[in-house]
């Protein structure tokens, strides 16, 4: 689990740290994009090598796993979307109270649509998994998601006054 916590937490400190300008830019999409997929073939290793899943089970989990990834990207994005909003609105000080009500409820709406792909895929998962797997699976998720959420809540600065 150190290793996909210092991989975790790199991309996190990437993401963060890269000028919202910089990754506006065509090399630093790619460097973002890059630096994604190489987070994903990792964290699908650290799962393959946690679940210790016989053959037969790891052949009907990857195509459910593919998509359920698939499907949190595209909450993943817009979340990132929202952070990537109050960086610049930040940087630029052009927060009011207006701004900062519409990225309380965009963050909200859309940590509540990554939990409900996350929560949506538990009987596909189970179906495929026996419960102890399929929990220890959201074990993972969850250690990994709140390495991510600690990262940045460690880099995003609180809203001025």
């Given amino acids: ?3 996909a916590r210092m991989l975790i937490a790199g991309a996190a400190t990437l993401f963060l740290f890269t000028a919202p300008a910089a990754r506006a830019d065509e090399a630093g999409k790619k460097t973002m ?3 994604r997929e190489a987070l994903r073939a990792d964290k699908k290793a650290l799962v393959a090598s946690t679940l210790q899943m016989t053959d037969a089970e790891a052949k009907a989990f990857w ?4 998509k359920y990834q698939k499907d949190l990207i595209t909450e993943n994005n817009k979340l990132y979307q929202v952070i990537e909003e109050y960086a610049l609105a930040y940087n630029k000080n052009k927060l009011d109270d207006a701004k900062a009500l519409d990225i309380v409820h965009r963050y909200f709406s ?3 649509a990554r ?9 596909q998962f189970s179906k495929v998994l026996p419960g102890l797997k399929v929990a ?3 074990q993972i998720e969850n250690k990994l ?3 991510v959420r600690y990262e940045m809540a460690e880099r995003i600065p609180l ?3």
């Fill in 136 to 138: 220890r699976f959201y």
């Fill in 110 to 112: 859309a940590d509540e």
């Fill in 115 to 123: 939990s409900k792909v996350r929560s949506s895929y538990v009987s």
């Fill in 159 to 161: 809203m001025k006054q």
């Fill in 33 to 35: 994009d890059t630096v």
């Fill in 145 to 147: 998601d709140a390495v």
């Fill in 1 to 3: 689990m150190k290793i």
């Fill in 63 to 66: 195509p459910i796993y593919d």
